[in-house]
């Protein structure tokens, strides 16, 4: 499988990698080719959107957010590896969902990510570990942020 | 150690692993042996419970939801390892505990769930590096969720 | 580099580690040389800080809480590896902070705890990848809460 025929297939096309938001490593590598990428959070049209799930963003608006953090998730990743066909295992991501304290279909939300893995490097590959989360504020009132561990060769 | 003796001895039954609630894996294997699991939520008499710490959930329901929760985690395990007895080092656990925003018992609710692990694995092998935080909210409004990460030979 | 040359320049000091808040290890070595350190909250004066960003907690007082939750983390390692200069890599830092509902600036809040990272261990090694999340309440009512992975030899 090449993963940007895939990619293209699907007409999926990835971001430039987002700017550093605070002072960490936007990817780190460890262990035998683990990297952790840190939390990213969506930027649409240049811009983050702002809101929470429960109250501004719809189910759909959250799932939508949930694919573009992953897509600058995996810009970040190939910034740090240069090729996204390195990419053997996605191993965990973990979800976080700004939403109202009576929200509560954060799994529905963060399955606009990890579908978007599933899609681009198949079921085995692709389909991460997640746990998928409630917060009350996310960093510049964001609706969704991502992190997540890759193995790769 | 045999770890079905000692379950057996402390009236410790495995439920059926849960289903599986979205798009992920609900245990991922990576690098040398090591195992994350997804994110598990109580599930008792084939319910699960609703509500908030500080509101509708006492902390003696909180800790036995931690526990239910990581029960589930461990019949994931099984069903991923086949055996319980592989586990090597139960690394890290991280307890989501839904509660109001006045509620700041989060470590009382979260040993519920990691003292079954020292029941079971005993102190060296079975207490993992662990972080409890609030949040305002889960999927499906359950009261606590659990995800680890467990190393096996 | 000697890290305790660094710390000293710099004017810092080891605290002691804090007690254990539960059932729980504060640290978990796993993999190779893989150590996972247990959420640590802030001392301050022998006493944790009570309140959230956005109310009674400023920006200001928010970073010095999470510089001192780091400490704690660099305390609770260094009871678990003898020495600070085995550090070969800082992977992950997860830092947790509990603010009002439209508290969004969480990322400055973080940078207090993974500058000190920087500054002790330098830019390559100490910049962990991180996410900087808000959460509705944490446990003792503190204002933040920090977990670390690193790698030592």
Same mark, same amino acid.
């Given at each position: 499988?090449?993963?940007?025929?895939?990619?293209? &297939?699907?007409?999926?096309?990835?971001?430039?990698?987002?700017?550093?938001?605070?002072?960490?490593?936007?990817?780190?590598? /460890?262990?035998?080719?683990?990297?952790?990428?840190?939390?990213?959070?969506?930027?649409?049209?240049?811009?983050?959107?702002?809101?929470?799930?429960?109250?501004?963003?719809?189910? &759909?608006?959250?799932?939508?957010?949930?694919?573009?953090?992953?897509?600058?998730?995996?810009?970040?990743? &190939?910034?740090?590896?240069?090729?996204?066909?390195?990419?053997?295992?996605?191993?965990?991501?973990?979800? /976080?969902?700004?939403?109202?304290? +009576?929200?509560?279909?954060?799994?529905?939300?963060?399955?606009?990510?990890?579908?978007?893995?599933?899609?681009? /490097?198949?079921? &085995?590959?692709?389909?991460?570990?997640?746990?998928?989360?409630?917060?009350?504020?996310?960093?510049?009132?964001?609706?969704?942020?991502?992190?997540?561990? /890759? +193995?790769?060769?």
């Amino acid at each position: 499988m090449d993963v940007y025929g895939r990619m293209k &297939e699907l007409g999926i096309e990835l971001p430039k990698a987002p700017a550093k938001g605070g002072v960490y490593a936007q990817a780190k590598e /460890f262990g035998q080719g683990l990297i952790y990428i840190s939390g990213c959070v969506p930027t649409i049209d240049g811009e983050s959107p702002h809101g929470k799930l429960g109250a501004e963003i719809s189910i &759909e608006q959250g799932q939508e957010c949930a694919k573009n953090c992953m897509l600058n998730v995996l810009a970040v990743l &190939e910034k740090k590896i240069g090729d996204l066909n390195k990419v053997k295992n996605v191993v965990k991501i973990l979800v /976080f969902v700004a939403g109202t304290d +009576e929200f509560y279909q954060h799994p529905q939300v963060a399955n606009g990510g990890s579908q978007l893995l599933v899609d681009i /490097f198949g079921e &085995e590959v692709g389909a991460p570990s997640r746990s998928a989360i409630g917060v009350n504020a996310l960093p510049g009132n964001v609706p969704v942020e991502i992190e997540a561990l /890759f +193995e790769v060769i």
